[in-house]
């Protein structure tokens, strides 16, 4: 039966949790698989986002917030302080707060207290579709405007100047230098430099095969594993930036070839958990197999297009091919 798995959790127990959209949540322990739903006391079915804190159990979707505590659910919606029902994300800060991001604004449940920002506290949109926390404890929260930070009680835009217009953001992640790297549903990959401010996108009309990045996590410090439109790649990168190595899993891989989901990804020890279009891909980057480079031999050379007699150059010619020997080129 298909379905679409949209977040994934593993506790202290290493119970694995999944929600869908549409399905309400499985947690797998071995092999049982219990399920949490309508019936059992989430708010919906439709989960996007799942986010645990001091035996304490976060599950947001399309109708609201709903926390699982000592075996007891309660939900929250506009009626009790959401600022909208249709949540996209949430995150736990270092705090203990929960950051729920909605249609309308972001919530924060502190301990006894709920409150929340929008565009009049600084945001430049209310529809905050992934929030992620840095070092520093500054909430980095996105829109498809840009993203805003929020730190010691302020919000602030931090990343919009040289976006291009009618962007679709889907995600950010910091790297270990303090760069971040925004996944884009139009233009791909997005590299944010944080000692200059500048931005510079990377995407199929540059270095990379594809356009839309749905998720991404660190699988190594150098290694930036995306979850695409088309599929899974491993992009070894530099701490400027600049794109190293550029692997593809596919078919011959294992890979079903389906497109992944927004910010369904879960990095765990060695594997990384997927959600796509047909349920969940587990990709293990160790098992990528590689390959020798193939050896290259310059048989012809010419210049501006034309055959050249190398020996009138007087040069060192190879004397099978005609060539200069050991040529140096620019």
């Known amino acids: 039966q ?21 399905k309400g949540v499985d947690i797998f322990n071995g092999g049982e698989v219990d399920k949490l739903d309508v019936k059992r006391g989430l708010a919906s079915n439709y989960i996007r986002s799942i986010s645990v804190y001091d035996d304490s159990y976060w599950y947001a979707g399309a109708r609201g917030v709903t926390v699982l505590s000592d075996g007891i659910y309660k939900s929250y919606t506009v009626n009790n302080g959401l600022p909208h029902n249709y949540c996209f994300h949430t995150c736990i800060d270092n705090q203990g707060r929960t950051w729920v991001g909605t249609v309308d604004g972001v919530a924060v ?5 709920l409150w929340s920002l929008s565009q009049e506290d600084g945001l430049q949109s209310n529809r905050i579709k992934y929030i992620k926390q840095l070092d520093d404890g500054g909430m980095l929260l996105l829109s498809d ?10 919000t602030f835009s931090f990343v919009n100047q040289g976006l291009k217009n009618k962007e ?41 095969p594809f356009s839309r990045v749905r998720s991404m996590t660190f699988y190594k410090d150098n290694q930036l594993c995306i979850g695409t439109e088309r599929g899974i790649y491993l992009i070894g990168i530099r701490d400027s930036g600049n794109i190293q190595t550029i692997t593809s ?15 369904a990804i879960l990095l765990d020890d060695k594997q990384i958990y997927f959600g796509t279009s047909i349920g969940v891909v587990i990709f293990n980057p160790e098992k990528l197999s590689s390959t020798d480079a193939i ?36």
């Open 2 to 22: 298909r379905f679409t798995p949209t977040s994934f959790f593993i506790d202290d127990k290493g119970q694995l949790y999944i929600s869908y959209f549409g």
């Open 109 to 113: 449940f502190g301990t006894g207290s």
């Open 145 to 154: 405007n840009g993203i805003d930070k929020h730190i010691d009680g302020k």
């Open 168 to 208: 679709i953001l889907n995600t950010v992640l910091p790297d270990p230098s303090g760069n971040l790297w925004i996944g884009s549903d139009i233009n791909g990959l997005i590299f944010y430099d944080q000692s200059s401010g500048n931005l510079r996108y990377i995407n199929e009309y540059t270095e990379l």
């Open 249 to 263: 899993v596919g078919i011959e891989q294992g890979y079903p070839d389906f497109e992944t989901i927004q910010n």
């Open 295 to 330: 050896p290259v031999n310059i048989s012809s050379l010419k210049i501006e297009f034309k055959d050249t007699d190398w020996r009138e150059k007087k040069v060192k010619v190879d004397s099978w091919l005609g060539i200069p020997e050991n040529p140096i080129l620019k």
